[in-house]
């Protein structure tokens, strides 16, 4: 029951704040909103018993791309100019409409095999073990470590002063 | 009515829609950056949903998420780079005004 009405809670707050990144002017307040956003799918991984994902949720997008998302609008003075539609916005309406029904569509009538397991709780141990273990996906792990490196690199060559 | 995995599923679907239309119909590059993320988080939401009700066992959606959220994390920081650079040579972070390339 307490979980019913914390998924409520944490999905409308969810949906209007996502709402407001894309229909506030300023862009400024749509990147403060954007990390409500951020916050409230925290929330719903904690409502999902992810709670390892949801730490990570919190540290690296709201600690992490918001801090960077923000400065970025801080370093290109954009919020006097604000965050105007283009010329598609009636299109990309009609797209997104139809894009969600499609998927409502499909979503409700398809018979999902939901399992009766109780959750695992805590994750975090087995999560480590799933990444690193045995069998697990230690490969993909390195590689991950190896596009950070990469992006890194690539960010400090795109911002250096020539 | 309590809540299942459809109710997780349609939140999902919702947000990646919102953050369509914000991408698609959006000139400042920053807010077309913003709207991705959206999209990313959506789609990680349905993952671990899928996780915990399909498979609560297994965990596999749990470590995607961790994967989409790497990947996130670094197209974040290139492409933020990317408009650091466009506005530093052409003052402007107009998505439709960057056409050097267009033919």
Known sequence: MGLDIAFWILAVIGIAAALTVVLLRNVFRAALSLILCFLTVAGIYATLSADFLAAVQVLVYIGGISVLIILVIMLTREVQRGSPSNKLQFPAFLVAILFLMVVAFALINTPWQVSALPPLEPTTAALAGKLLGEGGFILSVEIAAFLLLAATLGAIVLVREK | ?103
């Open chain 2, 1 to 103: 009515m309590s809540i299942g995995l459809e109710h997780y599923l349609i939140l999902s679907a919702i947000l990646f829609s919102i953050g369509l239309y914000g991408a698609l119909s959006k000139r400042n590059a920053i807010v077309i950056l913003m709207s991705i993320e959206i999209m990313l988080n959506a789609v990680n939401i349905s993952m671990v949903a899928f996780s915990r009700y399909i498979t609560p066992a297994l965990l596999t959606g749990q470590v995607f998420a961790i994967f989409i959220m790497v990947v996130a994390a670094a197209e974040a920081a290139v492409g933020l780079a990317i408009i650091i650079a466009i506005y530093r040579s052409r003052d402007t972070i107009e998505a439709t005004k960057i056409d050097l390339m267009k033919w």
